[in-house]
């Protein structure tokens, strides 16, 4: 099938699917709403029916299993009414991102959902879903489901969907899918499948009526009261993500190559902080600088460590493979990197001297850093020890970098270096 809305290529189905039924008839219902192509947003969810997105010729966005319709809510709240946003997913991705259906039709998202439930996973080898109704029979369930599958058309009823509508997937129900995609709000059409490869093989006496009929599952239609879509209020201009303040270049560093370095420390302790501050410093300096930081997800506990990457050229390629300079402030920075440091083979690491002895091939500098600096200064004192002594960049540019955004006020590293450098432009 072709059209305005289909390329001509042959549907990527299984013959008898009813997957491509669903397609057919969306792309029917449409070409009677007489919309255009790129005014559709179309976002599948993972499973035998999102391989259909390169034979739309609408925008289509393919999301991560049971992720579509939180894809197409973000979509929906953004865009204007004369778009039209449609979800398709399995009954499994459906059970899977129940939340979000449920979440989308409780907020009144302004989008459709087309659910292919042919009661099993095929893309995996036909195993039952959450909405496969009881009895069903799957490959890996052949007496049948012992219990019952969740209805989603009541589901998202009772969450305050617009419409909810069950058909069986057989011939033309175009006008139902008209319906959903002209209802102001959440919409959602169930249609009820077999799947061609496992569904009828192992059900094969059974109708989609009487299947229907015997989960004691309503074909009729579910509607709320009609209420204002969801939509994110205009707020003027919006900030650029790229809008970022430019760092003035006011001094001269005397690194020649690029080098790595790694700073290792505890979480809470300002060690992203230190090292994003470190970064722009020697931006200020006229160098190249990228920054990685990598903490667990308890953010208040346990270790925080960062890359640096710092060179006089460009950086296309931002990682340490081998450190050049290793800074350690804590504990748990150098349990974090004890690996890295014991396959150094060259390189200096500077440590707080109340930390254990390293075994390592790399030069070891202990210094007290802690107790003048505190755990909240200790990384960015540990770093401008490191930029003096191999003169990467004057420490000058670090104490101006310092005295302003989130370090302002709260860490004097000035009074740390007593004498810092003074080489400017």
Avoid: W
């Avoid at 049971?66 to 449609?86: F, H, N």
């Avoid at 979440?103 to 195993?127: C, K, P, R, W």
């Avoid at 930081?293 to 346990?302: A, C, E, F, M, N």
């Amino acid at each position: 099938m072709s059209g305005r809305f289909l390329t001509d290529s042959p549907l990527p189905f299984c013959g008898g699917c009813g997957h491509g039924l669903v397609v057919r008839n969306t792309a029917k219902a449409l070409e009677r709403l007489g919309v255009s192509p790129l005014d559709v947003v179309l976002v599948t969810d993972i499973g035998c029916h999102g391989i259909i997105d390169g034979h739309f010729l609408t925008h289509t966005v393919h999301g991560l299993h049971g992720r579509a319709v939180a894809l197409a809510a973000g979509i929906a709240a953004g865009l204007p009414e004369t778009k039209t946003v449609l979800v398709y997913v399995g009954d499994g991705g459906a059970v899977i991102g129940l939340q979000h259906l449920v979440e989308a039709a409780h907020h009144n998202f302004d989008m459709t959902v087309i659910v292919h439930s042919n009661m099993l996973y095929g893309m995996t080898g036909g195993q039952p879903s959450g909405a496969t109704p009881c009895g069903y029979r799957t490959p890996s369930c052949p007496a049948g489901k012992a219990e019952p599958g969740y209805d989603l058309c009541q589901r998202v009823h009772s969450a305050g969907a617009a419409s909810a509508r069950r058909v069986i997937g057989k011939g033309d129900f175009s006008d139902v899918i008209v319906e959903a995609m002209t209802t102001p709000g959440f919409a959602m059409v169930e249609v009820m499948e077999h799947c061609s490869s496992y569904g009828v093989k192992h059900n094969p006496e059974r109708s989609l009526e009487a299947i229907v009929r015997d989960a004691e599952l309503s074909m009729e239609p579910l509607r709320n009261p009609v209420t204002k879509p969801f939509r994110i209020e205009s707020r003027g201009e919006a900030l650029s993500l790229l809008a970022i303040d430019p760092i003035d270049r006011r001094f001269r560093a005397g690194l020649d190559r690029r080098i790595s370095i790694l700073l290792g420390g505890s979480a809470g302790e300002g060690v992203q902080v230190a090292a994003e501050t470190f970064a722009r410093a020697a931006i200020a300096a006229g160098l190249s600088a990228t920054k990685k930081g990598i903490y667990p997800v308890t953010v208040g506990v346990g270790y925080s460590v960062a890359e640096i990457i710092l060179s006089p050229e460009p950086i296309l390629y931002a990682a340490a493979i081998t450190p050049d300079l290793v800074a350690l402030t804590s504990l748990d920075g150098f349990k974090y990197y004890q690996r890295v440091i014991t396959e150094m083979r060259s390189g200096h690491i500077l440590m707080d001297e109340e930390l254990p002895g390293p075994v390592t091939n790399a030069t070891v500098t202990r210094a007290d850093i802690r107790r003048p600096a505190g755990k909240r200064g200790a990384a960015l004192y540990a770093l401008a020890l490191l930029a003096r002594q191999h003169r990467l960049f004057p420490t000058a540019a670090l104490v101006e970098e310092s005295a302003r955004g989130r370090l302002a006020g709260k860490l004097d590293i000035s009074h740390l270096l007593s004498q810092p450098d003074k080489e400017d432009a």
